[in-house]
């Protein structure tokens, strides 16, 4: 699976619109109303890599209300869960 952050500016009013919309395309997993120097964040998952020129290109850049994206492909994604497990010892509880 690859993945992809793509940080997206919208018209002011219009971000909980293209935000639903971004959130009804295929490939498009997730999307963030946040604060800071843009107004949504989509996370893209897709199976092939050409699949995301389609997704943030073809779908994403062409909402209405959407002015413009930077992209982020993910190398390898951490999780708390996954963190937690790298640094076990293995040892069991010291009651």
Known sequence: MITAIVLVDCATDSIPEVAETLAGLAGVSEVYSVAGHVDLIAIVR??????????????????????NTESHIAFRAYSQHDLEAAFAIGLGDAD
């Open 46 to 67: 897709v199976r092939e890599f050409d699949e995301i020129a389609e997704v943030i290109a073809g779908r994403i850049s062409k909402v209405p209300g959407v002015l």
